[in-house]
């Protein structure tokens, strides 16, 4: 099983839709997630930290499932400038592991 | 304030040459990353710095990859010899500590022919 696990897509919703994302990670003794945002060509930008009761952020909720193994993160009301590749991040106290990224396009 | 710093943007070399990739934090910042992102896939840890010290080097090709933060702040980051598969963009980031947000600079993105 690898480290980080994210369906690499790409996802094409239409404007307005709602969308979720799966990351599946390998190491129970991992300490913090977080979700980034990477346009092309450009570096990635935090979206949000992913905390255990989990959180929202206006359009964005994240959730962690220690149990399973996997964090979530649902975009409500999709915009056109959501289109992006977003980032899983585990951090497993002794290294940092990026997923692969999950391409979203949204449609018009 | 000011963001991460990175240079060059862009570099094209033959391969078996030798190249530097250098890096400027946010002030204050104590731990910085070098990442390496090659076109379809996520950024890969090369080295993580805690002020000069190495936390964590472990995915560090060390034959040919080497890192220095040696006053704790700027960095940089050499490959000799290059070879075709470090084609990619190479990242640095930094973060107040280990657990907190990382924010990235613009990267430079490196061609071996």
């Known amino acids: 099983r690898k480290e980080v696990e994210q369906d690499p897509g790409p996802f094409n919703v239409p404007e307005g839709a709602t969308v979720a994302f799966n990351c599946t990670y390998s190491?129970?003794?991992?300490?913090?997630f977080f979700w980034y945002r990477q346009d092309c060509r450009k570096e990635p930008k935090l979206l949000m930290s992913v905390y255990s009761s989990g959180n929202e952020d206006g359009r964005f909720t994240a959730q962690l499932n220690r149990a399973s193994q996997y964090i979530s993160l649902l975009i409500r009301d999709s915009k056109l400038s959501d289109s992006a590749t977003y980032l899983c991040v585990v951090n497993m106290g002794s290294k940092i592991i990026f997923g692969k990224g999950t391409r979203l396009h949204i449609l018009p | 304030e000011a963001g991460v710093a990175q240079s060059p943007r862009y570099k094209i070399i033959e391969k078996r040459q030798s190249v530097a990739f250098w890096c400027n934090p946010i002030?204050?910042?104590?731990?910085l990353y070098w990442y390496q992102q090659i076109l379809g896939q996520g950024p890969k840890l090369l080295i993580q710095f805690q002020n000069n010290g190495v936390v964590d080097d472990s995915q560090l090709p060390k034959d040919r990859f080497s890192a220095e933060r040696l006053k704790g702040v700027d960095s940089t980051l050499k490959i000799q010899p290059a070879k075709l598969e470090d084609s990619a963009v190479y990242l640095c980031?930094?973060?107040?500590?280990?657990?907190?947000?990382?924010?990235f600079g613009p990267g430079t993105r490196l061609t071996v022919l």
């Open positions: 190491n129970s003794a991992s300490q913090s």
């Open positions: 002030s204050g910042h104590a731990t």
């Open positions: 980031a930094s973060s107040l500590a280990g657990y907190n947000e990382q924010f």
